[in-house]
């Protein structure tokens, strides 16, 4: 990689680092040129240059934390050799980056992920795609051996995700009657059985 490259790599990071800095402060009401120019140090051509928009930015940082979750939990599932502890260790795998990746994860589970996932759903969904396969391997492994229920993998993928994702927004949103710690004890039974075959 060149040197110029290089800076040009950096300077995408520090967009990036800066984008999800003002998210967890400002909220999505404070991603404005302004205040991303200002926290990065970066200029508004390089804004433009990198990402495009806010928008364009915004979709790379919603892409870039969605593939560190999808990693995370396909390498939780490399360590299990069961579908039942596969869906504890998702389980908690998914629990552990809300609780690490507190700002990463409010931009996951917000309205403007929701949005763009409502309006650009396909594009994200393919950009992760290498990610994703894993899972749907894992599962479809499991349906086979007679494990899981017969299920069309999005559905499968919703009733396995769909609690943890709920109380994830949930203990997000500062309510405090969750603990991620007893969820994470609590769930992967409870989801179990219904996706048992």
Not at 84 to 102: E, K, M, S
Not at 183 to 195: E, F, K, N, Q
């Amino acid at each position: 990689m060149s040197p110029k490259q290089q800076r040009g790599e950096a300077t995408a990071e520090q967009l990036l680092d800066a984008a999800l800095r003002v998210y967890a402060e400002s909220g999505e009401q404070g991603l404005t040129v302004a205040a991303l120019t200002r926290a990065s140090g970066v200029s508004l051509g390089s804004l433009y240059h990198h990402f495009g928009s806010v928008d364009g930015l915004m979709n790379a940082l919603l892409t870039r934390w969605l593939g560190r979750l999808l990693g995370e939990l396909v390498t939780a599932l490399e360590h299990t050799r069961t579908a039942h502890t596969g869906i504890r260790a998702l389980v908690r795998a998914y629990l552990d980056f809300v609780q690490q990746h507190r700002e990463a994860a409010l931009l996951l589970h917000s309205s403007y992920a929701d949005r763009q996932g409502m309006t650009d759903g396909k594009r994200l969904r393919d950009a992760q795609e290498a990610r994703l396969s894993p899972l749907a391997q894992w599962a479809g492994r499991y349906v086979d051996s007679g494990d899981l229920a017969p299920l069309p993998p999005p559905l499968l993928e919703s009733l396995i995700l769909g609690p943890v994702i709920g109380v994830a927004r949930r203990w997000l949103s500062g309510i405090d009657d969750v603990d991620l710690d007893q969820a994470a004890v609590l769930l992967p039974d409870r989801i179990w059985r219904s996706v048992a075959a």
